[in-house]
Each structure stands twice: as C-alpha cells, then as structure tokens.
C-alpha cells in the first residue's frame, strides 16, 4: 500500500513537471512570437468607408477650405458644430509583411494615428495577427472613428484638417497628408497582458490613390 502511495506521488510529480515544462515552452513561443511581430515591416495600403457626420467625404470633393463648407447643404454637420462633436469614421487596412523566418503573433494591438502632431484616433484592436513568415503580407483592416471639433477649430490644426480631407474625398488634384502611426503589440501570457516596451512608429502620405470607396 504505502509503495503504491509513493508511486502515484511519484507519478503526480512527474506529471507536474512535465506541464511545466509545456506551459513554459508555450510562453516562450509566445514570446518569440511577439518579438518577431517588432521586426515585421508595416503599411498603410488604402483607406475606405469615409465618414463625416455620417456624410459619405466624397461629397466635400470641391471644399478647399472650411469657409467653403454650405452648412445649410449639410444640416447634419452644422448640428454636429453645435454640439461639439463632429464624428470622423473611416477604415483602414495594415498590411503587415513578415520578412523573418520565424512566425510573428499577437493578441491585441494598440493604435495611434497622429495628423502632424495631433492625435486623431487611439484605440485596441483585440484578436490574434498572425503573420508567417515566406507569405505575402497580411491585411488587417481597423475602423478608426474619432470626434475631430477640436481640429477644426483650432486655428493651428484646421488647415490640415482641411487638407486630409481633401486626401479622403479621392480627389486626385489635393495635397498629400502624412498620417503618424503607431502600433504597440500585447501578448497574453497567463491571463496577464504583457506589452511591447515602447511603440513601432512609422508615417505614411495619405493620397487620392489610397483611397478606395466605401466598401459595405
């Protein structure tokens, strides 16, 4: 009796230990992974699903500045400058192309979109990128939606404001808008988020070209 007693610790014990050793292969896979997703190269490959105040931006194609804008064609802009929220909503699709030998994966990223060195847009993108190496780059479409009042009436910032627009609307004569981005992996790691020290910055002019429609 008391040897089989010893058997079964011995066998629980074994087993313990051999978990451990799993679970500790997976973190450290886990780990790579995200490392890996730092060295991945990023680019913002096209824009659609423009939004402002719920208008498709196509229509301000002939807007050049906000003087330009007839509120009394666009009720539902000047109510949204009433109450001091003017909501902008576009989607975004990241290609991501891994030029490693080693898988890159993550369970969440943190975004955010600078016009110069205001920010526009920030948030969480929760699920798993994966991106494998020897492949094509993968896509990973965001819907970005912010208030932007306060650029438009902010002196110092309505005149690029102005300008990203007439990027969005496709118009092919407008002035190129550079777009800050900055991304920040997350790995899950026992139930305990862990986060990429610092942030993958990189910029990106925002053209007529990028620009696609609206995509339902």
Known sequence: MRKQFFLAVILFTTMIAASAVM???????QVSAAKT?????????????????????????????????DLARYPGVALALLRKNVPLDLRVNLDITNPTRNRAAINQLEYKVLLTKSEIFSGFLNQLI?????????????????????????????????????????????????????????????????????????????????VTGIVK
Do not use: W
Not at 23 to 29: D, F, L
Not at 39 to 60: H, M, N, Q, T
Not at 158 to 182: A, H, I, Q, W, Y
């Open 23 to 29: 679970i500790s292969c997976g973190v450290g896979k």
């Open 37 to 69: 997703f730092a060295d991945c190269k990023y680019d913002l490959a096209s824009i659609d699903s423009v939004y402002i105040a719920g208008i498709d931006i196509r229509e301000f194609k002939n807007v050049r500045s906000f003087s330009d804008l």
């Open 130 to 210: 994966e991106v494998m190496p020897g492949t094509a780059s993968t896509r990973v479409p965001i819907k970005l939606n912010a208030n932007v009042y306060q650029l438009i009436n902010n002196n110092e910032t309505r005149d690029e404001f102005v300008n990203m627009v007439m990027s969005l609307t496709g118009k092919s004569t407008s002035k190129p808008t550079k777009f800050t981005v900055k991304v920040k992996p997350t790995i899950d790691l026992a139930g305990k988020q862990v986060n990429y020290p610092g942030y993958i910055t990189f910029e990106k002019e925002i053209t007529s070209s990028m």
